[in-house]
């Protein structure tokens, strides 16, 4: 068969189905490590596979074309809402930026814009760097910290300092379940609905909603006045495309809309990126040797953090290496051909889009924690459509300026304050998916000593 015969044929023929158990499909392996499946099946099948898991038939777009399909055109045929609309429904709204499709999309992500800038987070690097201090001065010599579980709670004071001048501390609990319980439960649909009615969720939903209407009750009484404006500042003067001011139940979801993107994404970035560290101890000490060249009493400026190579390089490369959102799950609501196959309408499709940081074509010895392919000559990450952490198309990561700042910022001044080994010292990397991807509980830090005038 020629080629223009070959891909005639294929129009008419189903994509390859990935082999899987009897009733459940490929669903357990899709549970426990989907990023390793879907590179697998990639290798073995191409760019475009099915997959069954129990009841659900999934499309898998994978690989550099995958990739470039999606940024260029995917956004005409693969839609969120059909997916994220339970989130939204949850939250009593069908303006919610994750769910939303087209030019209402656009508009409100412009809308939105500024609040999720990078210089939301810079203008509070005093803050941030006294609240990271504290929390590591706090520790005891000899003790262990459960490490993402103290990340998370970290990302979420400092998130909501900058998106809303506010402390999430009281609410983290709430936030954590009511976050862990809606991704799977509405959106993975990895837990069953029923769990959305949970007593436990239904009461943390409660107290997450009362979080962002005292955030936004705050923000109405105490107008700016002696600080620039921040994303709840902008939310409550921004419109709709209709031009429609946006509804209690919009601006909450809203409101709590940087939490639920920005938490675990940041903190089991950050767990990734220490546990990486600690494991590799050259790395370790060069980029502790950076942190450190800041005097002891400061903390380091934006300047200063885009200064250092290694840390950048290592941030880098632990969002390549575990990329927390590493496939973007779609509906298709148009039929439409990629890669000589049709995918029909009404598909659920998962775009692969972490598949490509595994590609020694674009990504050499990529099970190695390289941390020096990102600056020149070797510039790695530049070929479009192979280095995509942060997602494609239409709903990039609005948060991804902020997202990198957290990340160097809370490493920096961690290592800068404090010394940490592995705990255990033989600790393995073994990842969970719950619902994001992070390291698995038994990983801890262990404090050997407080540095810069802490308490021993
Ligand atoms: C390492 C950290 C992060 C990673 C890897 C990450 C990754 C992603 C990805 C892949 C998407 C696209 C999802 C999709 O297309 O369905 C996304 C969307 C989004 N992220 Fe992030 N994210 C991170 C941190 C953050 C932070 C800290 C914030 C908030 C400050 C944030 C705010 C958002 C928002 C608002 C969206 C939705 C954009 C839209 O729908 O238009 N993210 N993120």
Redesign the pocket.
């Known amino acids: 068969m020629n080629g223009l015969q070959e891909v005639e044929t294929r129009k008419y023929t189903k994509p390859p189905q990935m082999p899987g158990l009897p009733a459940l499909g490929s669903a357990l392996e899709l549970m426990r490590s989907p990023l390793a499946f879907f590179v697998r099946g990639y290798h073995e099948l191409g760019s475009v596979y099915r997959v069954r898991a129990a009841n659900r038939d999934l499309y898998v777009l994978a690989g550099r074309q995958a990739n470039l399909f999606m940024t260029q055109k995917g956004d005409g045929v693969l839609h ?1 809402h059909e997916l994220f609309g339970d989130f939204a429904r949850e939250l009593e709204t069908e303006i919610f ?2 769910a939303m499709d087209g030019a209402p ?1 656009r508009h409100l ?1 412009g809308e939105m814009r500024d609040g ?1 800038a990078r210089e939301a987070y810079m203008r509070y690097l005093p803050e941030m760097g006294a609240l990271i201090q504290n929390t590591a001065r706090a520790w005891r010599v000899g003790e262990t910290i459960p490490a993402t579980r103290m990340l998370q709670r970290l990302v979420s004071r400092q ?1 909501s300092q900058a ?1 809303a001048n506010f402390d999430a501390e009281p609410y983290f609990d709430a936030l954590s379940v009511f976050l862990n319980t809606i991704m799977n439960a509405a959106v993975l649909k990895t837990w069953p609905r029923i769990m959305l009615k949970n007593p436990r969720y239904v009461r943390a939903k409660r107290r997450v909603m009362d979080m962002a209407r005292e955030i936004l009750r705050r923000h109405r009484e105490e107008p700016v006045a002696g600080r620039a404006p921040d994303l709840i500042d902008d939310l409550l003067h921004a419109t709709t495309i209709d031009g429609k001011p946006l509804s209690e139940a919009a601006l909450i979801a809203a409101t709590v ?2 939490m639920i ?2 938490i675990d ?2 903190a089991n ?1 950050l767990s990734f990126l220490l546990y990486s560290l600690l494991k590799n101890p050259d790395v370790l000490a060069r980029v502790q040797s950076e942190a450190q060249r800041v005097p002891a009493a400061e903390y380091p400026t934006f300047a200063e953090l885009k200064a250092m190579r290694a840390l950048h390089g290592a941030a880098l490369e632990t ?1 390549r290496l575990y ?3 590493f496939a ?2 779609r509906m298709s609501v148009a039929e439409f051909e990629f890669d000589g196959y049709v995918v029909p309408k009404n598909q659920e499709v998962f775009v692969a889009s972490g598949v490509t940081h595994y590609l020694p074509e674009f990504f050499p010895e990529p099970y190695q924690f390289d941390i020096d392919r990102y600056d020149a000559p070797r510039q790695e990450q530049r070929k479009a459509g192979v280095f995509v ?12 300026g ?2 990198e700042l ?2 160097m910022f809370t490493t920096a001044m961690l290592l800068r304050t404090v010394e940490l080994t592995l705990a255990p010292s033989d600790y393995v990397l073994r990842v969970r998916n719950m619902p994001l991807p992070r390291p698995d509980n038994r990983f801890g830090l262990r404090v050997m000593a407080l540095k810069n005038g802490g308490a021993q």
Do not use: D, K
């Open positions: 969120s930026l994750v999309h992500r999720y998130l998106i809309g940087p993107a920005g994404t940041a970035t969002l990329p927390v959102a973007v799950p952490p942060y997602g494609l198309g239409a709903h990039t990561c609005l948060g991804a902020m997202a957290i990340i």
